[in-house]
């Protein structure tokens, strides 16, 4: 047994999150829809006690009969033992050595299918285990359902994105409830050429019967490697919500969403408005689903997927995770709760009362509680070991850096390695507390000091990609000279030196910050003059801002006026 890999999968299990905020958002990009021809999916972590951390399984082989205990993602808690695989594949984050990613939403569902006593397979170790034992998207597919059907599937309704260098999946499932083992689910390809998402809403409607050819079900899984094959369902999906229940009707007009997560007010709000607002940055016909993304006309679903209106490329999906819902009727920067400074964060809860009246803050892609976020790009013209670069950042989206991992590399920076602080273990030396004393600062006065950080994100994440091409190029040279091995060394350390680089550079900034911004002023330091030993920063004072003061006098009338001089 390899006693690194089995320690490393129990400290990662064991440091997960006791606690969950239903908040993750997946874009999904297929190779026709892309700039280059990559492949690529997107995720945030987004939990408050979620703490952002740079996962790592090395590749290795294990001895028959080697058995996995399996530890609750969320929590650490035992689950049970499973048998391993003869050989597991190298995974950094959440994409592996054979440029396979795997990222969810939790939409929860019925709530009488949330419990399952004595099933092993959560959602989180579902992906993990999935992107160990994986060289495509497809047998990721069935390595997931597999497993849920051996050994019981232990959490709520999920939605996944799965990718590798050729095709992007969405995969929805949810369990069976108690005295059932194992979920219901569907995963259908993405057409090439087009886009898809989803965010903590079941979006999979009705789908395509079994035809034996370009849909099939589980007792056919085998047949899922065929490459005609779009669609592919749990084969009582259908049937277990008949009997439930839950569903009345010819089978060609069921839908899994309406069925088992059918979408309400706040799943519309909180939910699908991230898609909508990913969709409407890149078609221009998604206005005429406001009414829907904003809760008012639930009937007026959106699409599970669209044909943008031009090709993404990496740096879009950064972007996409970075939206607030600006240029929308909701943007969080422009209404009260956004005070003085433009703020587009709300603290939770995210609903509240007045008057026995509820209201409803809103929830965007970007959010402070982000754990980690990432791009994963999958190449399928370079060959595994070069073409899989796992874009990674911790905390909020909007604030972070993201960082070229390869998905090959041996080694993850000491910056961002698990061990390395803890959601209640601070240190200086770790890259989510830095990037954390930095978006929260910015948070007090965002419309100033966010600024600084998009100019300085802008240009390392430019000067990344640029690195990133340069060094793919010469490490491709590399493994088709027959030296694969150099080329994985060559892509770790640039990969290392990227992590740890960026949190020394965070460090400074924050310095750098915090000196200028600190006590509410915006100070500039200027030279020191001729005959001067020191002399002072430049400094302004820029207040709260016309608007913000005309709100105060409307509101208070005469109660902060001035009626005699202006004092000291």
């Given at each position: ?87 597991t ?24 299918l ?145 069925t ?19 969709f ?48 929308t ?62 874009w ?15 998905s ?9 390695a ?7 273990d ?27 950080i ?11 990609i ?69 002399h002072?920063p ?18 208070t ?12």
């Amino acid at each position: 047994m390899n006693i690194r890999g089995f320690l490393l999968f129990v400290l990662l299990m064991a440091s997960a999150v006791a606690f969950r905020s239903y908040g993750c958002t997946n874009f999904l990009i297929t190779k026709g829809a892309s700039t280059d021809g990559s492949t690529m999916i997107s995720y945030s972590a987004d939990s408050h006690v979620l703490y952002g951390e740079l996962y790592h399984w090395p590749a290795a082989t294990w001895p028959e009969g080697s058995m996995l205990d399996v530890y609750e993602w969320d929590t650490g808690k035992f689950l049970g033992k499973i048998k391993q695989a003869s050989q597991t594949y190298n995974v950094v984050g959440n994409m592996n050595e054979y440029q396979v990613a795997i990222g969810e939403t939790t939409y929860g569902g019925r709530s009488e299918l949330g419990s399952q006593s004595g099933a092993i397979m959560d959602y989180g170790s579902l992906i993990y285990i999935a992107l160990q034992r994986s060289k495509t998207a497809r047998e990721a597919i069935k390595v997931i359902t597999e497993l849920m059907a051996e050994y019981g599937y232990y959490s709520s309704g999920e939605s996944f994105s799965i990718s590798d260098p050729d095709e992007a999946w969405i995969l929805e499932l949810i369990g069976k409830g108690e005295g059932e083992k194992g979920a219901v689910w569907v995963a259908l390809r993405i057409p090439d050429g087009y886009v898809s998402a989803h965010a903590n809403q079941a979006r999979i409607t009705t789908f395509p019967l079994a035809d034996g050819v370009k849909s099939i079900t589980f007792d056919q899984i085998g047949s899922i490697f065929n490459p005609e094959v779009e669609c592919v369902y749990a084969a009582d999906v259908i049937s277990f919500a008949k009997t439930k229940g839950f569903f009345e009707g010819e089978d060609k007009d069921f839908s899994f969403s309406d069925t088992y997560a059918p979408v309400d007010f706040g799943g519309a709000r909180f939910c699908e408005v991230r898609v909508w607002a990913m969709f409407r940055s890149i078609n221009a016909e998604m206005d005429k689903y406001y009414d829907y993304a904003s809760g008012h006309n639930l009937k007026n679903r959106m699409p599970l997927w669209i044909k943008p209106d031009r090709k993404i490329s990496v740096t879009d999906m950064m972007d996409f995770m970075r939206d607030h819902l600006e240029g929308t009727p909701l943007d969080m920067s422009k209404d009260l709760g956004a005070a003085p400074y433009g703020n587009p964060y709300r603290w939770r809860p995210l609903t509240f009362e007045v008057e026995g009246e509820t209201y409803c803050n809103e929830r965007a892609t970007a959010t402070q509680q982000t754990g980690f976020v990432f791009v994963a790009q999958s190449r399928s013209w370079l060959p595994d070991p070069v073409g899989g670069i796992f874009w990674f950042g911790v905390d909020d989206a909007a604030s972070t850096v993201f960082m070229p991992m390869f998905s090959s590399i041996t080694r993850v920076p000491e910056a961002f390695a698990v061990g390395n602080g803890s959601i209640m273990d601070f240190s200086f030396d770790a890259g989510f507390w830095v990037f954390n004393m930095i978006s929260n600062f910015a948070y007090t006065r965002y419309n100033v000091i966010h600024p600084e950080i998009r100019e300085k994100q802008v240009q390392m994440e430019k000067n990344f990609i640029e690195q990133a091409n340069t060094i793919t190029s010469k490490a491709k040279d590399l493994a088709e000279d027959n030296k694969t091995r150099d080329a994985v060394n060559l892509l770790t350390d640039f990969s290392v030196s990227a992590g740890n680089e960026t949190l020394k550079e965070w460090q400074g900034f924050y310095a750098y910050l915090f000196t200028k911004y600190m006590d509410g002023n915006i100070k500039t330091k200027v030279d020191v003059p001729e005959g001067y030993k020191y002399h002072t920063p430049t400094v302004e004072q820029p207040g709260y801002g016309a608007e913000w003061y005309k709100r105060i006098v409307d509101e208070t009338g005469d109660h902060f006026k001035m009626t005699g001089g202006a004092g000291h």
